[in-house]
């Protein structure tokens, strides 16, 4: 069938990308569903820097591409032997698809499945196989998902289905902003009631993370960012310290700002000066956790010494580090609970077409989780 999607021919536009257009909105070949696959419309699709990264070249991938990841749609057609879902279903996308059978699978850490890490660095679906064209040519997926698009063949396992009653925009966050935020929290860190902590980074992810450092109870909550308005957010949030990098000149100024140092730091930014400020937030014992996905390039010298002679760790976090389809539907728990607030992270919404100027929205630092709204 014909659809109108958002495809990235080359990396590195200049901004702003309301001049410069990186991503161009045509019509596009989808095919129909293979065994295992569905064929879902879109409605709404959130922005997130691991897209913008793609555009700027800070995470290369195969192009041409049709680019997004996070978003909730509603199921069209259930491909060969899939039986679980119909249609009218409504799922939230995951930008791993898991295999549920290679060792990490096996092991309960589905973030990290071999066959689902080589598909979406190849640009197919989880089954190898690429079900989007424009003029013979294949596009690549994005993450097995490529979600600014009007409609999207996926693989079963690169969605989680949910209950009807949230709105497509509500439900969008979960796939990836609020997946992979809170997921570090309860998953990676595992932050306890009377924990200390901080958050570097104060985006869809960032926040978050932040709300559920206080749904866990942390009693001691950090909020770093460069933006004043996502820290009087994050004040409203739960935050009971709140720091802008631009306010403090060295290390001592930032842990006074921050009553000192805390149990877990988490740099939710993706930049090396964020990641250096959690590093240094952390206290003896504690732990540093990322989810930040900076250039591969870049780098942080990590100071050996003080790694063994304070006991410190430091932990990655992918996708939340949990079981998708377990924790979205218990974060949804949560929300609607009113424990997560994740509605306090919408930001702006555009349509299909001004998918450019949403990300320059977005790459200003300004924006909460803005949305491309697809269909009703
Ligand atoms: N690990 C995963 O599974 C996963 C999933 C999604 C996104 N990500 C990555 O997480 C990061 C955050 O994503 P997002 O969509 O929330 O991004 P975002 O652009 O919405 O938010 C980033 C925030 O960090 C702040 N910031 C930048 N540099 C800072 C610094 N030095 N100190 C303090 N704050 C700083 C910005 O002001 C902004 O508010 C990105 O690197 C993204 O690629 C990782
Ligand atoms: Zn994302
Ligand atoms: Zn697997």
């Known amino acids: 069938m014909k659809i109108k999607a958002a495809v990235l021919r080359s990396m590195a ?22 065994p295992g696959e569905v064929l ?25 591409m049709v680019l997004g990841h996070e978003s909730s749609a509603e199921v069209v057609e259930a491909g060969p032997g899939v039986n679980d879902l119909r249609p009218g ?28 890490a080589a598909a979406n660095a190849q640009g197919t679906l989880l089954s190898g196989e690429h079900r989007l064209h424009l003029d013979g040519e294949a596009l690549n997926h994005h993450i097995g998902v490529s979600c600014f698009a009007e409609y999207a063949v996926i693989s079963r396992r690169s969605c989680v289905k949910i209950m009807t009653d ?37 985006g869809g992810v960032g926040l978050s993370a932040l709300m559920a450092c206080v749904a866990n109870g942390a009693r001691r909550v950090v909020a770093v960012d460069l933006s004043d308005e996502k820290l009087a957010l994050a004040r409203e949030l739960g935050a009971t ?3 802008n990098p631009r306010d403090t000149a060295n290390t001592s100024d930032l842990l006074d700002a921050a009553g000192g140092r805390v149990d877990h730091a988490f740099d939710m930014a993706g930049a090396v000066p ?31 010494s003080q790694m063994v002679g304070e006991e410190r760790e430091i932990k990655g976090s992918y996708l939340g580090s949990g079981q998708p389809t377990v924790d979205i539907t218990r974060y949804i728990d949560l929300y609607k609970a009113g424990r997560l607030p994740v509605n306090r992270l919408m930001g702006q919404t555009f ?19 803005d949305a491309i709204v697809l269909a009703d």
């Open 241 to 243: 310290h709140l720091i």
């Open 40 to 64: 879902v419309r879109i409605k709404v699709a959130g922005l997130c820097h691991s897209d913008l990264s793609v555009i700027t070249g800070d995470r290369p991938r195969g192009l041409p």
């Open 89 to 116: 279903d409504h799922v939230v996308t995951v930008f791993v698809p898991s295999c549920g059978c290679c060792a990490p699978c096996m092991r309960g850490r589905p973030a990290l499945c071999e066959p689902g």
């Open 351 to 369: 349509m299909l077409d001004q998918v450019n100027e949403g990300f320059d929205h977005l790459a200003s630092g300004n924006g909460l989780r």
């Open 13 to 34: 536009h200049p901004a702003p990308y309301a001049q410069s257009r990186p991503l161009e909105i045509t019509e596009v070949e989808l095919d129909p569903p293979g």
């Open 166 to 202: 949230l709105t497509h925009r509500e439900a969008a966050l979960f796939g990836c902003a609020v997946l992979t935020g809170a997921g570090a929290v309860i998953n990676r860190a595992r932050v306890r009631a009377g924990d200390t902590t901080a958050v570097v980074g104060l």
């Open 274 to 304: 964020a990641f250096e400020a959690a590093y240094a937030l952390t206290d003896r014992g504690g732990t540093t956790i990322t989810s930040g996905l900076p250039n591969p390039s870049h780098a942080f010298k990590l100071p050996l």
